[in-house]
């Protein structure tokens, strides 16, 4: 649509041009970077999808034309969970039409969109996902300085920026990878090749979210900076690594302190109202099970985990988007399950996420381990059962399970099984095994903390990327 670029309403503020990936898990923490740079006295333009813009309007109930994302936020109202007004199903994504369109059309879109938004180059940088194809190349032809925005741990872009060693080594891109320990990559003592990315597990690396990670990854080579949203030290060698190779800030946890409301509607489906429900639980007592907005589970998997959920007796609480099995399946539970945790938990197709885990009565997350969620699981102080489905989520639980011990895994060993979860749900919300992880999750949170604090990592890290980027665009 019309845009009037930033730095015509922004005066003589360095202008931040912010580019989102059209993706729940993106937008989200893309948002509040750029509600950061801008009370940091940058001018803000905020370039997002219409499909996005329409579906976040409609998720609050309100018309899409006209629709005011500041205002829509303050006015947000939520039906009650298990009540008559359910909210209405989530769209579902089409997965591979989408990666389609970020290889091809939007490329060519956002130049013609950029070029009119960019007024002064010497005072403007792109702030662009990691995963779009386009970006250095573009902001070289603009002329301006190209901020790479990485939403998911610096271990897993560390992996991405090195497949060249991976490939060289015969660990990815042959018929038969090697399956030894993988000891070679900057910053990583050792990683196991089953705690790679789902992606660079695969043989066949044709595919277009091949050819996206490779191209991304490209351009993510030519960035001037990376703006990280982890914490440097819950990843200390890989930052440390990573910071050898370019300008590499650790700015994260990218959420507003104590989970305040955003000034922004960001939810891109309606969320049911769950707080007269957990109300009524006792403390700790509640299961919170979750597989973000964008990976699948099997049929079968999904009746494993609801059959250990039933056996382990806890109370719970499960996000279940209608097309978590798949577009075709919008009510994959087993037959009868309702009836069996009447009065023990409730289904809700999606929900204010951070609200649910920052409630007393939450004990625990069962996760598939998007990074988001991880870091609001440790941000909220909630252990964590790993079930990652998809893409970064495997090396995700790496960090989680194995180095940081916040978490138990789920189904490592092989297919889920219902008495398997069943027995991790039991010992990491009643037994030894979860007073260990709830310690150790109290102390991460501290760290998560004392990051954003004054004189904290983050807080310096992000200091110390706005005086850079106001010398070399004020
Ligand atoms: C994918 C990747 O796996 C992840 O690592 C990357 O950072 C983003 O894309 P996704 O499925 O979107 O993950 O999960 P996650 O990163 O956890 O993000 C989901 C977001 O949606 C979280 O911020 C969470 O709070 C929010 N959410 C989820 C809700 O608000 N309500 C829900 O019901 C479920």
Redesign the pocket.
């Given at each position: 649509g019309d845009v009037a670029p930033a730095r015509v309403r922004g005066g003589n503020k360095p202008h931040a041009v912010v580019v989102a990936l059209p993706?729940?898990?993106?937008i989200?923490?893309v948002v509040h970077l750029a509600l950061r740079l801008a009370a940091r006295g940058f001018a803000v333009t905020f370039v997002s999808t219409e499909a996005v813009h329409d579906q976040t309007a409609r998720a609050l109930g309100v018309d899409p034309a006209g629709y005011d994302v500041f205002a829509a936020a303050r006015r947000r109202r939520r039906a009650p969970a298990g009540g008559e007004e359910e909210a209405p199903p989530p769209l579902g994504i089409r997965r591979v039409e989408f990666l389609g369109a970020l290889l091809h059309a939007l490329s060519a879109h956002v130049e013609r969109l950029l070029r009119r938004v960019v007024v002064d180059p010497a005072s403007t940088f792109l702030v662009a996902d990691t995963f779009f194809v386009w970006p250095a190349t573009l902001a070289r032809r603009l002329g301006v300085a190209y901020v790479s925005f990485w939403?998911?741990?610096a271990l897993?872009f560390n992996l991405y920026y090195h497949m060249d060693l991976l490939t060289q080594n015969g660990h990815f891109r042959c018929s038969e990878p090697r399956k030894d320990s993988i000891t070679y990559i900057p910053g990583v003592a050792s990683i196991e090749p089953s705690e790679l990315m789902s992606y660079l597990q695969e043989t066949d690396t044709t595919s277009v979210v091949h050819r996206i990670i490779f191209k991304a990854f490209d351009e993510a080579r030519g960035a001037d900076y990376v703006l990280c949203?982890t914490v440097e030290e819950l990843e200390p060698s890989t930052v440390a690594a990573l910071r050898g190779e370019k300008p590499f800030y650790a700015v994260g946890p990218i959420?507003p302190a104590g989970f305040a409301r955003s000034a922004v509607a960001t939810?891109m489906?309606a969320?049911s109202d769950c707080s007269r429900w957990l109300a009524d639980q006792p403390p700790a007592s509640v299961l919170y099970i979750?597989?973000?907005?964008?990976?699948h589970v099997t049929r079968r998997e999904l009746h494993e985990i609801a059959g250990g959920v039933l056996a382990s007796g806890a109370r719970f609480l499960w996000?279940m988007?209608p097309d978590v099995v798949s577009s075709d399946d919008p009510d994959p539970l087993p037959e009868g399950f309702a009836a069996a945790a009447e009065g023990r938990g409730i289904v809700?197709?999606?929900?204010?996420?951070?609200e649910?885990?920052s409630h007393a009565a939450v004990g625990a997350f069962l996760?598939?381990?998007?990074?988001?969620?991880?870091l609001?699981s440790v941000w909220a102080g909630v252990p964590m059962l790993c079930f990652p489905l998809?893409?970064?989520?495997i090396t995700?639980r790496r960090l989680v399970a194995r180095e940081w011990r916040a978490g138990v895994s789920i189904g490592e060993r092989g297919a889920v099984r219902a008495d398997e979860v069943a027995a991790l749900i039991r010992g990491v919300m009643g037994g030894e095994e979860g007073v260990r992880i709830r310690e150790q999750v109290r102390k991460l949170k501290g760290t998560l903390e004392a990051a954003v604090a004054p004189g904290g990592s983050s807080r310096r890290n992000f200091d110390e990327f706005v005086d850079e980027l106001k010398r070399r665009c004020g």
């Open positions: 993706l729940q898990g993106h989200i923490p939403t998911e741990p897993v949203n959420f939810s489906w969320e979750s597989f973000g907005s964008y990976a996000v988007r809700v197709p999606w929900c204010c996420q951070v649910v885990l996760t598939h381990c998007g990074w988001n969620s991880v609001e998809l893409t970064d989520q995700n």
